[in-house]
């Protein structure tokens, strides 16, 4: 032990190195990537409206019931399209490309049941354009249903009770563990390194060990920087 | 009348040869574990594995302790012909060991001294034939005549592992000492010289140029 530790000590520069390092980048990372942008709304489910879709079972919650039928327009071109002409900046991102958007809003908006009359709507996006988005997908949605259902009356199928807000793209506890992690690597590869150091040191006198290992008693040990220098005090 | 002589001469040396005061006691102590009787006119012999371990450094530091502790003259002989380095201490070369041993001189004639009580003999002239000089030295031993002698004398002896000779050479000493240098000398090669010493087994090690990188409240904790 007392030798890892010497040797943590000689080599502390190397030794401290990795950890450092690596919980630094894990840092890094998070601030990087820091999971991007992710706006959020709540909408409150219409019941009676509701009936009109496509999409209903009778065994789901109107929240369940709505979150399918808001999915499976999520695909679809014309909808991208229509939120592309509600939302200048998303047409701008999209290059105009209905095929681009749908593809986007497929992968990156969600739609789940947080409550038998709630959905929460999610977009992840690595742009701040995220918020304006979601605010015309929002205001779209029930305009696509009402043309679908040629009822004007499927306008009504939800009301935002909660409006787009930014919120944290990733948890705490993501975060803590990925920085944990990179602390126990950055541990790890330090503690690998004082090991192999020490090994490579082992090959030389100690003065731990050389007794043991010649069977000679240790009489004295010269500190260091008590050695004769002949030639320079001659002149 | 060769230590009149010297003593003499002494007196017009500076003392080229001042260690610190940490030195001394690290010395002291270690001339405390040779348990050396005093009179018994031991000659001490420092030897190491390989070069460089500070054989030179210990047999000048020991030397330089007790000829200052004890009014007794000490003599430093340096029998490493192949890397002097007493003759920095004098200022240039001199006649030393080989010449005395070549002329079947005693070693009376080639001591000088560089403080009050302590003498040095020098390796003197570099010999024709080193294996010869080191055959002579080992079986004559150092050529003491029938005057004077001084009540300590300790040897800078050739490495062990650099010279086949080196293990009879350590045998014209009475105690030998073993130097080692901490994180630079192969363990193998002091265990090594340690094996080649068989049968004139060195009083102990001492280890040189130790130092510990630990802050001193872990060393404190043990
Ligand atoms: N304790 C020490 N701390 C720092 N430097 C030292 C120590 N001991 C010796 N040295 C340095 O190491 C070098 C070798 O020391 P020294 O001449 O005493 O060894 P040596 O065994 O006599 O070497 P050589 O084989 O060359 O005769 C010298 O430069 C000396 O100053
Ligand atoms: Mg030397």
Partial sequence: MRRYLETFFQYWRFAVLPILIFPAAAIAGLVLMGGGYKAQANVWVNQSALKQ?????????????????LSQMLGSPMFAGAVMQASPQYAAIAHHSQQWAAQDLHKNVTFTATGPNVV???????SPRALPVLTALLRQAPIQFAQLTHDPSATGVYRVVDSPAFVAAS??????????????????????????????????VQLEDVGDMTGLPVLAAIPHGLGLHLGEEAV | MAIAEHMEEAEEYSSPLSLP???????????????????????????????????????????ATIAQDSAEPV??????????????????????LVDAVTDGEPLAGVMTPITPNLLVVPAGSHPENVGAFFYRL??????????????????DLPPIMNYGYGPM??????????VTRANVTPTTLVREAVARLEGNRPRGLVLNDHRTYLPSWISRAG
Wanted: charge should be neutral; avoid cysteine.
């Fill in chain 1, 171 to 204: 948890s705490k506890k993501q975060e803590l563990l990925i920085l944990g992690l990179g602390l126990l690597a950055g541990v790890l590869l330090s503690g690998l390194f004082v090991s192999i150091r020490t090994s490579m040191d082992h090959a030389r």
């Fill in chain 1, 53 to 69: 879709l496509a999409y209903i079972n009778i065994g789901f919650t109107p929240a369940q019931n709505l979150a399918t039928n």
């Fill in chain 1, 120 to 126: 929460t709507v999610t977009y992840a996006s690595n």
């Fill in chain 2, 169 to 178: 050479i350590a045998g014209i000493a009475d105690v030998l000492l073993m």
């Fill in chain 2, 21 to 63: 005061d940490e030195a001394y006691e690290v010395y002291r102590h270690l001339y405390g574990k040779l348990q050396l009787h005093p009179g018994s006119r031991a000659v001490v012999g420092i030897t190491s594995a390989i070069r460089g371990e500070g054989r030179t450094t210990v047999a000048l530091g020991l030397a």
């Fill in chain 2, 138 to 155: 080992a079986t004559s031993r150092l050529p003491q005549g029938d005057g004077w002698w001084p009540a300590v004398v300790i040897v």
């Fill in chain 2, 75 to 96: 003599l430093v002989v340096e029998a490493d012909i192949e890397n002097p380095q007493l003759h920095e201490l004098l200022g240039g070369p001199r006649r030393g």
